[in-house]
């Protein structure tokens, strides 16, 4: 199994489905803070939906159209990024990320996102990379903002979640507009 640091001692790595108590311990710990934007830390509530939802994206991944991975920071999974849709076909994917409130402010969420963006661009020849985020989440449109999405638009009261229909902002970075922007980052960081 791979392992990939994600600064201040965390670690990107896949998350199976014979990991789901882990799973499901770190989703009690996240729910009130994510539940509000990530409907899977809303609908894993024990030990076989969770099991269930690392077994459909074990099957995403070997049929080639999601993946997910988790962050684990001092040996505890604290979050995580995944690709919810993985098309090769139109070279599009949608990243989406999450995270409990003890990791948060450090980071692990823009270094884990660059780490699979990078993948995707250059070892799968993505063009275009997506995040949709509701207008109401801020802390997610700061995230993409500062990995160099621009917003593309709004798709209005598209997502029904908990009671409310969410405006959903479509927000995506194209592979030449990475690479430029991870150059520039690469230049700044050798000054």
């Known amino acids: 199994m791979f392992a990939i640091s994600v600064g201040e001692g965390a670690e990107l790595r896949p998350i199976e489905p014979w990991q789901a108590e882990e799973l499901l311990a770190h989703v009690e710990r996240a729910r009130e803070y994510a539940g509000p934007w990530v409907p899977f830390t809303v609908k894993v509530k024990d030990v076989e939906s969770a099991r269930a939802h690392l077994q459909h994206f074990a099957e995403r991944q070997a049929a080639d159209t999601g993946r997910l991975y988790g962050i684990w920071l001092d040996g505890k999974l604290v979050g995580g990024v995944l690709f919810r849709i993985f098309d090769t076909q139109t070279e599009s994917c949608e990243v989406g990320v999450w995270l409990e409130p003890s990791a948060a402010g450090r980071g692990l969420i823009t270094n884990a996102a660059r780490v699979i963006i990078d993948w995707a661009v250059d070892q799968r020849g993505m063009h275009r990379v997506e995040w949709l985020v509701s207008s109401l989440n801020e802390r997610s449109k700061k995230t993409a903002e500062r990995l160099g ?6 798709l209005r009261e598209s997502f029904p979640w908990q009671g409310i229909r969410h405006d959903m902002e479509v927000w995506s970075v194209l592979a030449p507009e990475w690479r ?6 690469g230049a700044r960081a050798g000054r």
Not at 149 to 154: A, E, K, N, S
Not at 180 to 185: D, I, K, N, Y
């Open 180 to 185: 430029e922007a991870r150059s520039a980052r």
């Open 149 to 154: 999405f621009v917003r593309d638009g709004v």
